[in-house]
Structures are given as structure tokens and as C-alpha cells.
């Protein structure tokens, strides 16, 4: 196997004296022309044993002739070797849970903290490798493999990974692909053991270190690759979530948004970036204290603007202003106190185009954030700026409600087809095997009707149903009779309004607080 190293700068490291540079070359290349063989159990012994004897003699002599490189070059070079063995690893699987057994896992990572960083790169490099999840769970050693990545988190890997990140300069093409491993690091623990790891990043300040690479303003592989791990480590993880709101690491977020707030990305890569970065920040905003923190930073205040330029980033705006409004009465007030409503309802009424739509999908999303927007503001919203939200149902002679009943047979069209298809296939599946599709998920199904339409038809309901129970006679009366004119009987409204609350999501204060709600909405509204 052949390795590439940084001649030069492990020359440049290593000594300053001219006349030493022709040997050190050579040697650093002899080094790096290791042959390998195949690897046993005895053979891994050997080579942990020499590594380790190099790694100690090399310290060693660093110690005893700190300002005098020459000195210790030798040991240098033979631990430079050594660790280029160790690349054997990697394509040896079935050994993996002996460097476990055998202690090595502490000594790897020691490298992470050599003085010459090249020295560290190439622990860097060996890492990536060992952690490929591909490499690990496609082998019949995925055990080993699983126990060697425990192993690499409980020895402390990510906050030696941080400190290495520290040392390095990415103006330095060698340690600008360090960067780059370091990232895949990150990205393949947090597949292999994504509880574990996005615990460690987040104790280590791995966070704080992404978000600030981001700030960055030129455009390279690790921005975009920084971008991704940070939206790996934040989904499904609240306390990494919390933490970014507690530092200025939601501020520094917003501020690396709104560079795109009038100009769109330059290239495909670009836009990945910014996908990425809206991920990050949805969520984010799952976290209700992080929600008190982007209104305090002028979030949807930035959001809106977006939705307003009509640019790349005006269909992501809106799902983040979803993700902004969800069960927090103050953010849908201060929108509403912002001037949302206009361009909320303008999309509602297909009025205002929310970016570009190739694909019949996009309508559908959009369609569901803005109805969970107009959820969320008949709801939330108190005092003026409810009345504001009601008077929007009612201008232009009650377009926005005949526009509501009008969604609502489009999406009910949509989930019966839905539905019958799906009763086709199970009697299609209980005829082939003469019995009743018993191992049938219950939740799949349920899961198959919300993408054919469900959750939007949902939305709409619920919206209708608080409509219908607001204090606004006028807005009753109409509603009740554009019902009646295109024969929906509200008590489709109250089933498809109660499946919607039986799967119910959130906390059990929220699911209970919410549940209450329409329960009495629904006796009120349906019983009259």
C-alpha cells in the first residue's frame, strides 16, 4: 500500500538545517513505499507491538532533544512507517475487535496529538478509514467493527478531533483534506452510533467549531461538507439543538442565511449548501426556547423577506417560518405584527409564486407549510392581530374561504384514492395467500395516506373547524354554507380532525392541552 504524505512541510517540521533535507527526502520515501501483506492475528500483534515501541522511542526522544530536530528525525520517520502499517487495518475486518482486546485504540488516537501534525494528518486519514460504515456493516465482522467505533468515543476521539481542528490551516491543501476526514469522521459515527456521537460533538464543541466554519464567506468542499454534518448532528437530537441556542450559534446561522437573502446560489453545490443550512435551522426551531431566541434575532423578519424576493430561497423560508410558528403564540403574533399575513395569504390564493416549481411535489409542500402556517395563526394568535387573521378570511367578499372548501375536496379526492388503492392491494395480497393481511402496519398505512394527502387535508380541517368555532358569526355563516352548497357534511370534518388527533405528536402536556382544544371545539361546532 502506498500512502501520500506532505514530503515538505514533514521536512520543513522536522528540521530547518538545509544539508539534512536530501536525507530526510529519501528516507520519508522509503518509508512511504510500505509493501503489505495479508494480515493475521500474529501479524497484528507484531505491528501493534513495533508501533507502539516506535510511538514511546519517538516521544522519547522529542523529549530529550526538543530544540534539536535532528535528533530526534530518525524516530521520526521509523514512527512515520509504522503508521503507515497500521492503513492495513482497514482492509481487515475480521480483526478489528482484537485491536479492541489488544489496547491499541488509546495509542491510535494518541497520534491526534503529535507534535508534527502531518503526523497527526495521517491519523486523521487511517480514522476515516476504520470508521467507513460501508466497510463495517457490510462485513461479517460488523460486530468488531460497531465495538472498535464504541471504543474510538469512549477514548475520547471527538475532542482530540476538535483540538486537531484547532492546529490545522486549510490555506495548506494537506490540511484542508485533514478537514475533510475529520468531517467523514463525524459523518460515519453518527451513522454507526448516532446517539453516541452527537453526544460527544456536542460536549466537545463541534457545533460551535461548524457554524463558525460556515461563516466563512469563500465557497469550498468543506464549507458544504461542514454544512451537512452539522444538519446530521442536529436531527433527532434536542440537546444539540438546545445547545445551539444557548451560544450565539443560532445568531451566526441567521447571518450566514441572510447573505442569500437577494441573490440565489451560484452553482448546484451552493444550493446544497443552502438546503443544508435551513435544515440546520428547522431544526433548531423544533426546540421552543430556540424559537424565543430566532424572534429575537429578527428571524422572521429575515424569513419574510425571503418569501418576498421570490428567489431560491423563498419556498425554504416558508418551511422554516412552519417550523418558526409551530405552538408558539408570541412568534405568530410578532408575524402577523410584521406584515406576514399579505404574503401568506397571497400564496394561499396562488397569487404570489413561491419560487420555482418544476414538479407537482413542490405545490404539494407548499401547500402543506402554508396551511400549517394559517393552522398555527387562527390558533395562536390574541387580541388584534387575531382579528387581523380572521378579517383576511372575509375580505374580497370570503374568497380565502371558498378557496379553503375548494382544497378540501381536492385533498379528499386525493386520500379516497388513496384509500381504495390500498384496499385493493390487501385484497389483492389476501387473495394470493388465502388469508387475512394480519402482519399489516397499521401506522405504514396511516404513514402511505398522510403522503397521498392526508396531513394537508388534516390542516385544512383544523383550520375550518376553529374558523367555525371563532367568535365571528359572518365567517360561520359562510363557511357553514359553502359546506352545505358542495355537500360536505361536517361530520367528515370531525373524523378526519379526530384520526388527525389520535396521532398526535409532541409532548404529553402539548398532546393533551391540544387534544382538549379541538374536542371541545368539535362538541361546540358539530353538536349545533
Known amino acids: 500500500m502506498e500512502v501520500e504524505t506532505s514530503k515538505k512541510r514533514k521536512i520543513a517540521q522536522v528540521t530547518g538545517h538545509t544539508e539534512e533535507q536530501e536525507n530526510i527526502l529519501r528516507l520519508l520515501q522509503e518509508a512511504e513505499q510500505v509493501q503489505v ?163 460527544a460533538c456536542g460536549s466537545a464543541g463541534i457545533l460551535t467549531w461548524l457554524v463558525q466554519r460556515l461563516r466563512q464567506k469563500k465557497m469550498d468542499a468543506n464549507k458544504l461538507y461542514a454544512s451537512e454534518v452539522l444538519a446530521i448532528l442536529l436531527q433527532d437530537s434536542a440537546d444539540n439543538q438546545r445547545l445551539v441556542g444557548e451560544g450565539d450559534s443560532l445568531d451566526h446561522l441567521l447571518l450566514v442565511l441572510s447573505a442569500y437573502r437577494k441573490r440565489n446560489p451560484s452553482d448546484a453545490e451552493e444550493e446544497e449548501l443552502v438546503h443544508n443550512l435551513f435544515d440546520c435551522l428547522c431544526s433548531c426551531l423544533l426546540v421552543p426556547a430556540n424559537q424565543k431566541v430566532f424572534r429575537e434575532s429578527e428571524g422572521i423578519e429575515l424569513l419574510l423577506r425571503m418569501m418576498k424576493e421570490k428567489l431560491f430561497c423563498t419556498r425554504l423560508a416558508l418551511k422554516a417560518m412552519d417550523y418558526a410558528l409551530v405552538r408558539c403564540s408570541d412568534n405568530c403574533n410578532r408575524f402577523v405584527e410584521k406584515l406576514g399575513l399579505k404574503s401568506i395569504f397571497a400564496a394561499f390564493m396562488r397569487k404570489l409564486t413561491i419560487g420555482k416549481k418544476k414538479r407537482a411535489v413542490d405545490e404539494k409542500e407548499d401547500d402543506e407549510h402554508i396551511l400549517s402556517c394559517l ?92 374558523l367555525l368555532g371563532s367568535a365571528d358569526t359572518g365567517i360561520k355563516q359562510r363557511l357553514l ?30 398532546k393533551q392541552k391540544e387534544t382538549q382544544h379541538f374536542e371541545k371545539l368539535l362538541e361546540s361546532v358539530c353538536s349545533a
Open 481 to 510: 354554507l359553502l359546506l352545505q352548497q358542495q355537500d360536505i357534511d361536517l361530520a367528515q370534518i370531525r373524523q378526519v380532525v379526530q384520526e388527525y388527533l389520535s396521532y398526535l405528536g409532541g409532548t404529553d402536556e402539548e
Open 375 to 466: 393552522s398555527w395563526l387562527v390558533r395562536l394568535t390574541e387580541g388584534e392581530p387575531h382579528l387581523r387573521v380572521l378579517y383576511k378570511f372575509k375580505e374580497n367578499d370570503f374568497e380565502k374561504l371558498e378557496r379553503l372548501v375548494e382544497m378540501h375536496q381536492t385533498y379528499a379526492e386525493k386520500v379516497a384514492m388513496a384509500d381504495r388503492q390500498l384496499q385493493e392491494n390487501r385484497q389483492l395480497r389476501e387473495k394470493m395467500r388465502q388469508e387475512l393481511a394480519e402482519d399489516e402496519d397499521e401506522e405504514e398505512v396511516y404513514m402511505e395516506r398522510l403522503e397521498a394527502g392526508l396531513f394537508i387535508l388534516q390542516l385544512i380541517d383544523l383550520v375550518m373547524i376553529q
Open 37 to 199: 501483506d495479508t494480515l493475521d492475528l500474529q501479524g497484528l500483534k507484531r505491528m501493534l507491538t513495533a508501533f507502539d515501541k516506535k510511538f514511546r522511542h519517538n516521544e522519547e526522544m522529542r523529549l530529550k532533544y526538543p530544540d534539536q530536530p535532528e535528533k530526534f528525525m530518525d524516530s521520526e520517520v521509523d514512527l512515520d512507517e509504522e503508521v503507515k502499517r497500521l492503513h492495513q487495518l482497514a482492509a481487515a475486518p475480521e480483526l478489528w475487535l482484537d485491536v479492541v482486546k489488544l489496547g491499541a485504540v488509546p495509542k491510535i488516537l494518541g497520534l491526534l496529538a503529535h507534535p508534527n501534525v502531518d503526523m497527526s494528518i495521517d491519523a486523521v486519514e487511517l480514522l476515516s478509514e476504520l470508521t467507513e460504515p460501508d466497510s463495517i456493516l457490510e462485513s461479517d465482522a460488523a460486530e468488531g467493527g460497531l465495538k472498535l467505533a464504541d471504543a474510538f468515543l469512549s477514548e475520547g476521539m471527538v475532542p482530540s478531533l476538535q483540538q486537531l481542528l484547532a492546529r490545522l490551516d486549510e490555506s495548506r491543501q494537506e490540511d484542508a483534506q485533514a478537514v475533510h476526514h475529520i468531517l467523514a469522521i463525524f459523518e460515519n459515527l453518527a451513522e454507526l452510533r448516532p446517539v453516541e456521537c452527537k453526544s
